[in-house]
């Protein structure tokens, strides 16, 4: 399998679905901001509470990213559901003018690989057959963008200040000005 995406990257048979799943998570981005606006606006005063003390449903000690598990408790699913169906279209074009898509070698390759575990009865876990590489990609995506913003709320919470310090700069910093003149 290694093999196989290596001569594809080599190919660069990969830049043309890697740029069609990013002009198609482009147009749902805008599809997402309801999602987000939702899961702030249901929040209760409790959730927020907890949030600010970083407890979470994920930890029963202090949670650095309690936000970011909130969020994403809350929006995971309607995000994967929203950005799945456009990746997958993405992803069913034509990569060579062959008729095959990478929808087509994703299929393929997981029942190969799901074929070699149970011929060598390797201890893995097969592959969900039914698992499309749209929901996979944008899973992945997702667990990513989730990552980046868990790690931006730990340097938020690590030091509020430095983090707040622009923002009290644009709210009373003409106001410091005039009194320093």
């Not at 931006?152 to 320093?180: C, Q």
Request: hydrophobic share 40%.
């Amino acid at each position: 399998m290694l093999v196989l995406l290596k001569l594809l990257q080599e190919q660069d048979i990969l830049k043309k679905p890697i740029k069609s799943i990013n002009r198609s998570a482009e147009d749902a981005a805008n599809d997402a901001k309801p999602i987000f606006i939702d899961a702030i606006t249901s929040m209760s005063i409790k959730d927020g509470l907890n949030i600010l003390k970083g407890k979470s449903i994920e930890k029963s000690d202090f949670d650095s990213i309690a936000a970011t598990n909130y969020l994403r408790t809350k929006t995971f699913e309607n995000l994967t559901n929203l950005y799945s169906p456009k990746i997958n279209a993405a992803l069913d074009k034509d990569l060579l003018n062959n008729g095959l898509s990478a929808n087509d070698l994703w299929t393929g390759i997981v029942l190969a690989y799901n074929g070699a575990i149970f011929i060598h009865t390797i201890d893995e876990t097969p592959i969900d057959n039914s698992l499309s590489l749209g929901k996979f990609t944008t899973e992945k995506a997702l667990d990513g963008l989730f990552f980046k913003v868990g790690e931006e709320e730990k340097k938020i919470r690590k030091n509020p200040y430095s983090w707040a310090l622009d923002i009290i700069k644009k709210v009373f910093g003409s106001v410091y000005e005039e009194e320093g003149n």
